[in-house]
């Protein structure tokens, strides 16, 4: 299939498998497909299921109640990070949460883990659960967006004294109180990571609006995470967030991949 063929622009995340060369159901994005896009039989669209591929579909049908397509070409997903990446991001009001959600998917998070800290505004964690469904559309539509091919994990949330550093992972704790701590990029500069493996992870951990306690912050470092600066402002948890995110796959040499 020639590249210009890959060029369409419009990418779905559709979950069901999809076989080279088979006919497929596009049933849950006939309407996207019929009313809003005015797409028509012969047109091709991406379509990504979440095993790390994309394949190329060509339009068979298209009403706004059902659609369907045959898939005509394959390839690897080049989007899909290849270093795994965890945010354990404690809460935060309004849409900042969402914000931070459709950024790190299009920057790389591979696990999203929403914290309830002391001085977290949105409370309990149970409390959260309210907004999974909004929270996996934000990623879902970003994972489309950026290219990715799988769903980054939205954790369950988990208060603080559940906390732990997930095995086979450095772990980063940003704290703006932190006296003579390296910066995040020169921490994680420092590791031993192999190039072309997912593991060793690395896991940051980024306070609410209000700040990590330097109690909590003394509890993290004793659970294994390491003290780190994202510079000399104080940024908002959202802006750290995305800093971190950066810095740390800049440092990886992942921010390429
Ligand atoms: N204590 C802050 C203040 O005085 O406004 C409030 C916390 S800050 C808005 C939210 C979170 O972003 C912090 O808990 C920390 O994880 C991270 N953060 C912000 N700036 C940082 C910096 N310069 N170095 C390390 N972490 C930072």
């Given at each position: 299939?020639?590249?210009?063929?890959?060029?369409?622009?419009?990418?779905?995340?559709?979950?069901?498998?999809?076989?080279?060369?088979?006919?497929?159901?596009?049933?849950?994005?006939?309407?996207?497909?019929?009313?809003v896009?005015?797409?028509?039989?012969?047109?091709?669209?991406?379509?990504?299921?979440?095993?790390?591929?994309?394949?190329?579909?060509?339009?068979?049908?298209?009403?706004?109640?059902s659609?369907?397509?045959?898939?005509?070409?394959?390839?690897?997903?080049?989007?899909?990070?290849?270093?795994?990446?965890?945010?354990?991001?404690?809460?935060?009001?309004?849409?900042?949460?969402?914000?931070?959600?459709?950024?790190?998917?299009?920057?790389?998070?591979?696990?999203?883990?929403?914290?309830?800290?002391?001085?977290?505004?949105?409370?309990?964690?149970?409390?959260?659960?309210?907004?999974?469904?909004?929270?996996?559309?934000?990623?879902?539509?970003?994972?489309?967006?950026?290219?990715?091919?799988?769903?980054?994990?939205?954790?369950?949330?988990?208060?603080?004294?559940?906390?732990?550093?997930?095995?086979?992972?450095?772990?980063?704790?940003?704290?703006?109180?932190?006296?003579?701590?390296?910066?995040?990029?020169?921490?994680?500069?420092?590791?031993?990571?192999?190039?072309?493996?997912?593991?060793?992870?690395?896991?940051?951990?980024?306070?609410?609006?209000?700040?990590?306690?330097?109690?909590?912050?003394?509890?993290?470092?004793?659970?294994?995470?390491?003290?780190?600066?994202?510079?000399?402002?104080?940024?908002?948890?959202?802006?750290?967030?995305?800093?971190?995110?950066t810095?740390?796959?800049?440092?990886?040499?992942?921010?390429?991949?």
């Open positions: 299939m020639t590249g210009n063929a890959w060029q369409a622009r419009h990418r779905f995340f559709v979950d069901q498998p999809f076989i080279l060369g088979a006919p497929c159901s596009l049933d849950p994005i006939a309407r996207q497909l019929a009313t896009l005015r797409l028509a039989p012969g047109q091709t669209i991406i379509a990504i299921n979440g095993d790390g591929r994309e394949v190329l579909v060509e339009l068979q049908s298209v009403t706004s109640r659609a369907a397509g045959r898939v005509i070409d394959q390839r690897p997903c080049a989007g899909d990070p290849t270093r795994d990446l965890i945010l354990f991001q404690c809460s935060l009001k309004q849409d900042k949460f969402e914000w931070v959600l459709q950024k790190g998917t299009e920057l790389g998070v591979t696990r999203f883990v929403p914290v309830v800290s002391a001085r977290s505004v949105v409370r309990p964690a149970v409390a959260l659960h309210k907004k999974y469904d909004r929270w996996q559309a934000v990623i879902r539509e970003a994972v489309e967006q950026c290219g990715r091919s799988r769903l980054p994990l939205l954790a369950p949330p988990i208060e603080w004294p559940a906390l732990a550093l997930p095995q086979d992972c450095h772990g980063f704790v940003a704290w703006e109180a932190a006296d003579g701590a390296p910066d995040l990029a020169t921490a994680v500069a420092a590791l031993p990571l192999a190039a072309d493996v997912t593991r060793p992870g690395i896991a940051l951990l980024i306070g609410p609006e209000g700040g990590l306690t330097a109690e909590e912050v003394a509890g993290a470092a004793a659970g294994g995470w390491q003290v780190v600066s994202l510079g000399p402002r104080i940024l908002r948890a959202e802006t750290a967030a995305l800093a971190a995110v810095m740390a796959l800049a440092a990886a040499g992942k921010f390429g991949a």
